[in-house]
């Protein structure tokens, strides 16, 4: 047996055992349930002095009633119809809210109603730079709690924006949580909808979640998650993120529909010697300005065990995945499966860089089959009422990328029964990068990791550099029109094997350029970079 079919076969054992992982993993998730809402004790809000209306701001009175269920052992605060003004609130162990339909708890548009929410000697980060401690929902340190029912939490994150920044330029404090970015109050100074920290057990489930200032589900160093057919419209204003879970571990995130301004759902990892460990991901519906679903835009700890499935992406600006960690942390053991991304921007990225850290991390063993995407010219998101950054510069379409840096490779990825359809049209007069000026590529091994980070990419369909250990099995790739560019480029890898191969002629080449160990199917042409 060669060498480049043993290497085959052994990134054929990882990915088995990669799913042998998941499925452990999945089945570790069925956790204990607790007693059913009808079974534990009730509060109802209105029995409590808590009314519906919306003349007066209730957070002292809903804390309250917080507070005397968890001290009565636990149970349910139940919210009928009507609306309700509240602030900060914090639960407690054992108190799951249950918003009956039609109720909706309303946030306050007072910035003075959202304290700062430390963490008693919890870690701490290399960069808190983006990582708000404000929110209208608050947990730190309690075990099972949960938010349920038929209603709706709307944060009026417009509002409530806008008086922080009129608070701001009309010189009425000066405090740093009032810190100004890209001439608008910055993600640490707007409240997100939930931040929930150091706590066992958690279940949102149902529920209807809208208009955050910032962020809007935010976990992080949690356990035993389960998020469960949440809607989530959060385009009140900037960084509308939809999930954002940080260093937590056995988390279930199904049956969502979101759709955001900003990543729909992003793992993060805030804090070194912590990881996002069992990550279960499926069944999501997503539309947004930014990335579906994305990891490592911080990245200081690790991602590990992570299973993503069935994912529908729709309209979308930036990637339909994006696995990234670029501040020192390791990320290994991803499966991705069952993609169906429509009007949007970019297929996948795939990043190893080293913007943060002593030493750059790793990046390894990740499966990515049966996904479908179409990507159009323009702007995917060209009809949004809250648009993202534009790329940089004006560009021919950006193919999808994996690429570690220089020392530091991106290591055993498969990539097997993939569909994708590129809208062409690139043209040599717009600032191209011919196969003669592949070191014109940038580097950026210290910028902010995004599709678009290198800017004009020399390949229509992918682009691979400082790889190891790289299969491409069944891929068929399309053009909506023509493209000068050859459909993939390969720059600094070992081991790239290539089988079941569907790409349209004449624009079907590969081009390599320090590549050891290379397969291509009979009929292929390949081509060579300078």
């Known amino acids: 047996m060669n060498r480049s079919v043993m290497e085959r076969d052994k990134r054929k054992g990882i990915c088995r055992r990669l799913w042998a992982m998941a499925c452990v993993a999945i089945t570790s998730w069925a956790m204990a349930s607790t007693a059913s809402a009808g079974e534990r004790k009730e509060f109802k809000a209105t029995d409590y002095g808590v009314e519906a209306g919306v003349e007066r701001v209730q957070t002292a009175e809903i804390q309250a009633l917080i507070d005397r269920a968890a001290a009565e052992g636990g149970g349910v605060v ?4 009507g609306e309700y003004v509240m602030g900060c609130i914090e639960l407690k162990s054992g108190v799951t809210l249950h918003l009956e339909r039609g109720a909706v708890l309303l946030g306050s548009t007072n910035p ?14 290399p960069n808190a730079n983006d990582n708000s401690t ?12 949960g938010v349920e029912g038929q209603g709706t939490i709307d944060g009026r994150g417009l509002e409530l924006a806008l008086n922080i920044d009129s608070l701001h330029h009309k010189g009425v404090r000066i405090d740093p949580k009032y810190n100004i970015r890209n001439k608008r109050p910055n993600e640490t100074a707007r409240p997100k909808l939930f931040r929930l920290s150091h706590t066992d057990g958690v279940t949102l489930k149902d529920v209807t979640l809208r208009n955050s200032a910032c962020w809007g589900v935010s976990l992080e160093l949690c356990r035993d998650v389960m998020i469960d057919n949440l809607t989530i419209f959060n385009r009140a ?3 509308n993120d939809g999930i954002d879970i940080s260093d937590c571990r056995n988390v279930r995130i199904t049956r969502c529909d979101i759709n955001t301004a900003d990543d729909g759902i992003c793992l993060k990892s805030y804090y070194p010697g912590h990881a996002n460990d069992s990550i279960y991901i499926a069944d999501c519906r997503i539309c947004t300005s930014a990335s579906a679903v994305k990891f490592g835009t911080a990245s200081h700890g690790g991602f590990r065990n992570v299973t993503i499935d069935n994912i529908e992406v729709y309209d979308t600006f930036r990637s339909a995945i994006a696995i990234e960690t670029v501040d020192g942390g390791g990320l290994e053991n991803v499966r991705v499966t069952r993609i169906q991304a429509r009007n949007t921007g970019n297929p996948l990225f795939i990043r190893l860089g080293h913007r943060a850290g002593e030493k750059p991390g790793y990046l390894r063993n990740i499966y990515i089959g049966q996904m479908k995407v179409e990507v159009p010219f323009g702007r995917p998101d060209e009809e949004y009422d809250l648009r993202g950054p534009a790329v940089s510069t004006f560009h021919n379409p950006i193919p999808s990328s994996v690429t ?4 530091a490779k991106v290591e055993n990825v498969v990539i097997e029964d993939v569909e994708i359809r590129y809208p062409g049209r690139a043209t040599k007069g717009m600032a191209y990068v011919p196969l003669w000026r592949l070191d014109a590529v940038p580097e950026a091994v210290k910028e902010y990791p995004e599709f678009s980070m290198f800017g004009e990419l020399p390949s229509w369909g992918f682009y691979v550099r400082h790889a190891k250990g790289i299969t491409f099995r069944n891929v068929t790739l399309r053009l909506a029109s023509g493209d000068f ?30 590549v050891k160990g290379l397969q291509v199917p009979e009929g292929i042409e390949v081509i060579l970079g300078e």
């Open 485 to 514: 560019r050859p459909a993939f480029v390969l720059d600094d890898v070992e081991d790239a094997t290539f089988e079941g191969l569907r790409l349209p002629s004449p624009e079907g080449r590969i081009a390599v350029r320090d």
């Open 404 to 407: 570690g840096i220089p020392g």
């Open 112 to 125: 003075d109603d959202y304290p700062s929410q430390r963490i008693p000697g919890g870690p701490t980060s």
């Open 237 to 239: 204003y900037w960084n």
């Open 134 to 145: 404000l929110a209208l929902v608050v947990a730190n340190g309690v075990h099972d709690i």
């Open 78 to 81: 139940r919210f009928a119809p």
